[in-house]
């Protein structure tokens, strides 16, 4: 599935509350009938919103993986298989033929935004 | 080619002490020397010490020092085969057996030694040798082709050396003959010597002690030996090995000091009464002894090349500890091995089933390590070594030396904790400070290139393992190798992170990693921190900040199945439940739209559970008093029970409440992966405990216990640790088992592999937790007794709890609505997963 970002497509959404998200940890949040995975990073005071969907097996669960980083990378590992993405650009950091969307988030007034 | 500034020097005998000095004179200082050699045999220099590798499919030329274009390449005039038959002092010249003559500034008898041959009448027959050259070694190999039945005079190291090739010649009967009392008496005591003869006999060898020959048998060939005692022994081949004879003669015909007994007299600086004649190797007698080992033998050399070009130097007593592989059977001493009380205090250790032997002598203050002695294993020797020569102080519990040191800290010293100084091999005399040297700073970092850089390992090969030991060392000390370490962000191992956790009480995650870490962890040290954190605290997993650091099964708290959703296991300790609880778990299922099957474990097993539905499952569940079952953790699974003695008229204890109590106090606990258990009523052990973590099968007389088994990809029958005991010894010995391997094991390995790759094995792990060796069985259960006393049903809590359950959803913007790309499929009138897409 190519996901294309075009500007004038994508909206700014609130997504949750900052308390949605585990410290250190992820959530899936649905937008408009997607699957958003939200990582609070908060070892690195960082936020990051991707693809829920595993493109490995097709399996909804990257916000239920492990985070952490690779070097300075910062990544999630799929619980399924240990895929693991980079929340930075999606690229696959262990096999190279996959990779996940990656989306705008911003934290405003406790409110968790993604552009979607 | 010779110029008055030459210094000419010619070395008389070209073995490897020989060689050595040739080689280490050419290093120091190579044009101001003009060598010449003579050998006696037609081979140029070979390496004798494993001389019994030319039977083993070595050939003569794999045994060379040097090939014979070393010595020209070098400027080195070699004549082979051609012995040195006259020295003239006066004129300061040698005379060959083909009449050549050669005049020295200094001559360096290296002659090495002969075969000692017993006057014994009948030396001369047919069919009797002698085990010292090549030569030699191949009369024997073309004489033993129609041999049946050979012997071999002496019982030391050359000798079992020679009744090994007899053996793998194909001689049908091998016989050891020795004098003395017992096996290499010079170098073991009658205990080891013991256990070594017993291996060697289980090899084929047949080993006569305290026999006294007095005659060879037979007319033209050797037939049969005859004992002092009046035994007999027919034979048809036999090779001496009572010992060496200095070769002097040549010496002695120069007039030069020899000893009655043999040996060429020398001083400290190994000048014989000639001063520009010096002696080396086993022909000298220095320090009113011979040098029978190769070490030695090369020090001399070093001593002699080193004043040749102006330092002086001295040969100072020389350590003759020794390690070798005879016949496959370790055996190692080292110091001094027979020191006796009340001089020090000896520990042995003698396993007659495992054919080991090891025994230590320590200082009467305990402090230091005076010698020992290893048969069988002699893993430890080198470090056992360097810790009598460095005086290095020995720890409170000196047995740890040989026993190993599982379980806590290392014992002794580490070969990093050995000063600079420290001789590592003693061959080339190289210290451990050239060897970090020669690795950290020019990159020597395998044995191949620290062979060819520095010679270590070349001579006797007895250092190889400690230089591997110092490769790992100095290559972890500048982060190059990384060990068993966790991940990037963990530079320990399993191991050093429990007890670095433990002794600085850390309980959360990002605390372990702000201590001990760098980076933000990761999907490896995240879930193996929070095992550990488990293990030493237990805490409720889920809390603080430990939820996200747990794989998504203990995070769930159930077992991730395809699709995304859960599968449930109540604890159904020992397989024993009742009709309501079957009662209950069916209307759970059915309310929830549950797949179930009966799991291997004796539990039922409930798939398909949406992540939002877990908490609502188990709040029935727990009304109904079941328990989180841990099917999602690295954890005690089930405790496997036959029926036993309540009711089978086989059984003849209670299997099924022994295994509940098991079942009860185990459940929950976090280890390095899952464990399994079974408790058979009987005999017929239709639990399958054996093939568990740990198993226990009733006797008539009380429980044995096995631990280590495993069922899986690689079956293992469990070992028996312990027999006949009662249920409270059991359970203790269980909590030691268990503490022990949480402890110590690797991350995700099994008590199977655990147990394989333990040093020492069972025998081990049963010195630590029966006989408490280690002396922390005390610790181990009172640390067993803080886990199940803080037991706790972790869904209990979350069931409880609104903050850890307001996580169990899928969309945490709607919480009410379930993951819709979840689907199922109908099989058999129940759901199964919708196979996922395999192309991406």
Redesign the interface.
Known sequence: MEVLHSTTTTTWHQACTVEDIPADGGACVLIEGRQIAIFNFSRRNEWFATDNQCPHRHQMVLSRGIIGSQGEEPKVACPFHKKTFSLRDGSCLNDEQYSIATYPIEIRGGVVYVEV | MSTSTETRVVVIGNGMVGYKFCEKLIAKEKTHFRLTVFGEESQVAYDRVHLSEYFAGKSADDLLMAPRDWYSENGIELYTGDPVVDIDRERKQVRSHHGLVVGYDYLILATGSGAFVPPVDGVEKDGVFVYRTLEDLDLIQSYARKARKGAVIGGGLLGLEAAKALLDLGVEEAHVVEFASRLMPRQIDDAGSGILQRQLESLGLQIHLNKSTQLIQGTDRIEGLQFADGTELPVDMLIISAGIRPRDELAKIAGLETHPRGGIMVNDQLQTSDPSIFAIGECALVHQMIYGLVAPGYEMAEVVASQLIGNARSFKPFDMSTKLKLIGVDVASFGNPFAQEPDCRTITYDNKAKGVYKRINVSSDGKTLLGGILVGDAEQYNMLLQTCKNLTILPPNPEDLILGSRGGEEAGVGVMGLPDEALICSCEALTKGQLCHEISENGQNTVEALKKSTKACTGCGGCTPLVKDLIQGVMKQQGLYVRNTIC??FDYTRQEVLDLIKINQLTT??EV?NHLGK?????T???LVGSVLASLWNENILQK?R???Q??ND??LAN?Q???TYSVVPRIPGGEITPDKLITIGQVAKRYGLYTKITGGQRIDMFGAHVSDLPLIWEELIEAGFESGHAYGKALRTVKSCVGSTWCRFGVQDSVSFAIELEERYKGIRAPHKFKSGVSGCIRECAEAQSKDFGVIATEKGWNLYVGGNGGSKPQHAQLLAADVDKETCTRLIDRFLMFYIKTADPLTRTATWLNKLEGGMSYLKAVVVDDVLGIVADLEKEMQLLVDTYHCEWKEVVENPELRK?FS?????PE?K?P??QFDSMRNQTKARD???V?
């Open positions: 990037e962000h995650y990002n990693l980076g933000d962890g990761c999907e040290c995240k879930p900040d939820a996200v650091i794989d998504s995070r769930y991730i395809k699709g995304g996580r899928h969309f945490v913007n709607v609505q993951d790309t979840v996922w897409k395999t991406s």
